[in-house]
Nanobody
Framework: QVQLVESGGGLVQAGGSLRLSCVAS????????MGWHRQAPGKQRELVAL???????NYADSVKGRFTISRDSAKNMVYLQMNSLKPEDTAVYYC?????????WGQGTQVTVSS
């Protein structure tokens, strides 16, 4: 009943920037929490950033000061602005929505940072 579609991934050189977008469709409640997770090959999926309905945020220590999460609740969209990218940021980035005790995931978008 909830679908998420990410966009904005790609190949970028170290120090560059990318902006990821995610649009949610279906039955989206105003209190839904949205966020971004990433998974590098051979590693566990990790939380990158999340944003709540009151716009409060949490970030992984590894991205603090470089990434910014934001949302447009009227459009059911969430964004991740990624600056000063590092090779270790290379991963598949997944959009996430949590509501009514259920997690929903997008298909993911590849971000590759070359050195």
């Amino acid at each position: 009943q909830v679908q998420l579609v990410e966009s904005g991934g790609g190949l970028v050189q170290a120090g560059g920037s990318l902006r990821l977008s995610c649009v949610a469709s279906g039955s989206i409640f105003r209190f839904a929490r949205m966020g971004w997770h990433r998974q590098a090959p051979g590693k566990q999926r990790e939380l990158v950033a999340l944003i709540r309905s009151d716009t409060s945020t949490n970030y992984a220590d590894s991205v603090k000061g470089r990434f910014t999460i934001s949302r447009d609740s009227a459009k059911n969209m969430v964004y991740l602005q990624m600056n000063s990218l590092k090779p270790e940021d290379t991963a598949v980035y997944y959009c996430n929505l949590y509501q009514l005790s259920r997690d929903y995931w997008g298909q993911g978008t590849q971000v590759t940072v070359s050195s």
